[in-house]
């Protein structure tokens, strides 16, 4: 297969772009990420704060893959694996691991 030069220069301009939002982190942004992906934790609170809203609780977890914990009768394996992800999870929501996703309950204060 024989890549067209507008091809393989499509290609690269793609990655250039990645690489260059990647860098851009931190310039003319106001210290915000890029990407939603980026955003940590502390980052989303203090964007909820500056919103107007007060944080009630912010709790990060790892959502669990449904083809092993839908199985009717697991194997060793699947029980190897969901052990693996409910420990992760546990690490996740005591806050020693980064979280995958994070909830946020805030409110509105009262005037």
Do not use: W
């Not at 106001?30 to 989303?44: K, T």
């Not at 500056?50 to 914990?69: C, D, H, I, M, T």
Request: charge should be positive; charged fraction near 30%; include cysteine.
């Amino acid at each position: 297969m024989v890549l067209h030069e507008r091809q393989s220069a499509s290609s690269f301009g793609r990655r250039a772009r990645s690489r260059r939002a990647r860098c851009a982190y931190g310039r003319d942004d106001n210290g915000l990420p890029y990407h939603l992906l980026e955003f940590d934790p502390r980052s989303l609170a203090r964007l909820v704060r500056q919103a107007g809203f007060l944080l009630v609780r912010s709790e990060g977890s790892l959502p669990l893959p449904a083809e092993l914990f839908k199985v009717a009768q697991p194997d060793l394996r699947t029980h190897a694996l969901r052990g693996v992800f409910r420990l992760l999870d546990l690490g996740m929501r005591a806050g020693c691991l980064p979280p995958a996703r994070v909830r946020l309950l805030a409110r509105k204060p009262y005037d």
